[in-house]
């Protein structure tokens, strides 16, 4: 199994910016692909974004197109969200999880596909 742990989540204004981190450990070379996904109150989990350990290859939900970027560090098994001209409706739970990897894109948007999850960092965008 990965375990993964998010950081960097914390309360910003409207059009401020933040930048999320999630470490691994364990299996890291077992992980084909680190998602993020978000959960707000009251809403079902909804994928963010997501990178692909071979390749880095990028996917982004059309809500954060061009405002957040995915990356990674695989020396620091370190995967970061920058999220930038954040808007009150950014406001969740973020998770970090791992998972296998395909070339559909599709399938990195669909949370079945991931098996290990971190424990969540709250970020609250205030208007």
């Known amino acids: 199994q990965v375990q993964l742990v998010e950081s960097g989540g914390g309360l910003v204004q409207a059009g401020g910016s933040l930048r999320l981190s999630c470490t691994a450990s364990?299996?890291?070379?077992?992980?084909?692909?680190v998602g993020w996904f978000r959960q707000a109150p009251g809403s079902e989990r909804e994928f963010v974004a997501a990178i692909r350990r071979i390749g880095s290859v990028t996917y982004y939900a059309d809500s954060v197109l061009g405002r957040f970027t995915v990356s990674r560090d695989n020396a620091k098994n370190t995967v970061n969200l920058q999220m930038n001209s954040l808007k009150p409706e950014d406001t969740a739970v973020y998770y970090c999880?791992?998972?296998?990897?395909?070339?559909?894109?599709?399938?990195?948007?669909?949370?079945?596909?991931?098996?290990?999850w971190g424990q969540g960092t709250q970020v609250t965008v205030s208007s």
């Open positions: 999880a791992s998972g296998g990897t395909s070339f559909s894109m599709d399938y990195h948007r669909n949370a079945m596909n991931y098996d290990s």
């Open positions: 364990g299996r890291t070379l077992s992980s084909g692909a």
